[in-house]
């Protein structure tokens, strides 16, 4: 079946520091990826989302690239600010299920001013 | 209200007591989502409604748990016999959730119910 595997946390990065939260994939066919935050005390939403190849989805300067070769779905983001601490999940929407989001176990940032 | 609600917030039970865990998604949404998150562990699909079709219950781990939706609004998710392992974050999403948008992914998340089962 689909599964999502990310890279375990925790993450403490200082202010200004490059993020990269690894995030592969298993599916059949062609999934849809999205990354997922939940900031403290709130709800999980919707960061960003790809949903062909190659694609690119982009928000509040963090970036992740549709990796189909490596099936891979890496977040990214320049320069991180304190505010940015929360947990990020990686989730997928494969083909066959579509009406279900399949999730990573979620990886816990902490950014230190 | 503007977001997805679900209450209580938290509950503490004892093994064996029943309980029920109430979700009120965003006006509109057709479809609504039950996740189960427990420590460590990622999001477990639990049950899927959408409008007035059967609701999808591939993910409830045991027939202690089950789900209602009245009036394609408000749904109830009820655990009966409550035992330490359902200790859990319960967490409701809902979405337009058409076939036709499903495509975007966007569910919109409640705050979740934690429950402890002691």
């Known amino acids: 079946g689909d599964s999502v595997t990310q890279m375990e946390g925790p993450v403490t990065l200082s202010e200004e520091a490059f993020l990269t939260i690894n995030c592969t994939y298993t599916a059949t066919g062609y999934p849809s990826l999205f990354w997922y935050v939940q900031y403290p005390g709130e709800g999980l939403q919707l960061l960003l989302k790809a949903t062909k190849a190659d694609d690119k989805g982009s928000n509040k300067g963090f970036e992740a690239t549709y990796r189909k070769e490596t099936t891979s779905f890496h977040l990214e983001k320049g320069s991180v600010q304190v505010s940015d601490s929360a947990v990020y999940f990686c989730a997928l929407s494969g083909p066959g299920s579509a009406r279900q989001l399949t999730f990573g176990s979620g990886t816990q940032l902490t950014v230190l001013p | 209200g503007a977001g997805v609600s679900q209450s209580p917030s938290n509950k503490v039970t004892e093994k064996g007591k029943d309980v029920e865990l109430r979700c009120d998604p965003i006006s509109g949404h057709t479809a609504l989502y039950w996740y189960r998150q427990s420590l460590g562990q990622g999001l477990e699909f639990l049950i899927y409604f959408q409008g007035n079709s059967a609701p999808d219950k591939s993910g409830l781990p045991s027939d202690r748990f089950s789900a209602e939706r009245t009036g394609g609004s408000v749904s109830t998710l009820t655990i009966q016999r409550t035992q330490q392992e359902d200790s859990a974050v319960y967490l409701c999403?809902?979405?337009?959730?058409?076939?036709?948008?499903w495509g975007t992914g966007e569910l919109f998340f409640g705050e979740g119910s934690r429950l402890t089962v002691l």
């Open positions: 999403a809902s979405s337009h959730g058409t076939s036709g948008s």
